[in-house]
Each structure stands twice: as structure tokens, then as C-alpha cells.
């Protein structure tokens, strides 16, 4: 059994070594594949008051960062469900799931505006599995190849515009308040 096992990893070994399969990438389809799972568990529904609780914690979410793991692992509650969520100890339909990441990465955006006048590039801020889980569930969402190179934070706001025609109170709330501040004249400072 043993000649033969010893083979076959060397091979496996080396078909990794010829392809230069990169660590991050591995990493993003493991993620994918568990965004599969929620997606495939959809007939188990998120109850009610699971369901109101994670968008409740998504839109009192207040980033306090512009690193999106930094602000995600500040916030005690977000990472807490995130944490659940990746670990199947809290079983969430995909649409719960992709209304909650919307949500997150919206406020992510909208604090990205109010800081710094501009969007800022959501791959680069993934350190952490909660902030990898949450960007790689959006581009799952938004059929995002998972070898694109820059994910702006400004374009998840595009996508939830062009996308979700039925918004609520507090999703049109954050959507205006995107729009207030895009919109708002930069002032410098004379010299």
C-alpha cells in the first residue's frame, strides 16, 4: 500500500508546485465551497427572529476603521455572527446571508466616504477569515471571478443600486446617505 501512496502524493506534489497554486486563491474557493453549503440549505430557513436579529446587528454595524477586518473585529457582534456563520454553528439562508454581507460591506463603504472621500480596495483588507468569508460570499453574490485583482469598496455599492430595486427603510436610509456624501464637495485647505 505504501509504494503506492508515496507515488501519488509526489505527483500531487508536484502538479502544485507546476500550476504555482498560490495560498490566497486556495483559501478563497475553500471559502466559496462553504457559501455553497448556506446556498444548498436554503430549504432550512433562517427562523424570524434569527433572521431580524443578523440584519438588525448588520445595519447598527459602525465601522470604526478603514481596515475592513480591523472594524468587523472591533464590533464584538458582527464578528461573533461571522464567526458562527463560518463555523456552522448558526445555520443562515443565502438570502439572509447575502443581505447581511451587503449590508456590512455598505456601511464599510459608506464610512470609507465619510473618512476619506473615496472607495478603498476590499481584498487588500481581508487578514482575517471574517473579512475573507464576508468578501468572498459579496463576490460570490455579484458572480465575481475570484481572480480579479481589486474589489473597490465603492463598487458594492453599484451592485446593490443596480440589483436590488426593493430596498427598506434602512437600506434606503444608507443608500442615501452614500449618495449625500458622494456628492458632497471636497474642500481643501488653502495654503
Known amino acids: 500500500m505504501k509504494p503506492i501512496i508515496y507515488p501519488l502524493l509526489l505527483c500531487f506534489a508536484m502538479q502544485l508546485l507546476c500550476c504555482n497554486v498560490d495560498k490566497t486563491n486556495i483559501e478563497r474557493n475553500q471559502i466559496n465551497k462553504k457559501c455553497d453549503l448556506y446556498d444548498s440549505i436554503g430549504s432550512c430557513e433562517t427562523s424570524k427572529e434569527d433572521s431580524l436579529f443578523i440584519i438588525h446587528q448588520a445595519l447598527s454595524f459602525a465601522p470604526s476603521s478603514l481596515e475592513l477586518s480591523k472594524a468587523i473585529n472591533e464590533d464584538k457582534q458582527i464578528s461573533t455572527i461571522i464567526e458562527k456563520i463560518r463555523e456552522k454553528k448558526m445555520i443562515v439562508s443565502g438570502k439572509c446571508l447575502n443581505k447581511f454581507v451587503l449590508i456590512v460591506l455598505l456601511k464599510m463603504y459608506c464610512y470609507h466616504l465619510n473618512t476619506a472621500h473615496q472607495g478603498f480596495d476590499l481584498l487588500q483588507m481581508c487578514d ?33 443600486k443596480n440589483n436590488h430595486k426593493k430596498m427598506s427603510k434602512e437600506e434606503l436610509e444608507i443608500v442615501s446617505q452614500i449618495k449625500s456624501l458622494e456628492e458632497m464637495p471636497i474642500e481643501f485647505e488653502n495654503e
Open 128 to 160: 482575517d477569515d471574517n473579512s475573507k468569508f464576508i468578501v468572498d460570499c459579496f463576490m460570490r453574490e455579484a458572480s465575481l471571478s475570484d481572480k480579479i485583482e481589486m474589489l473597490n469598496s465603492g463598487y458594492v455599492y453599484e451592485y446593490f
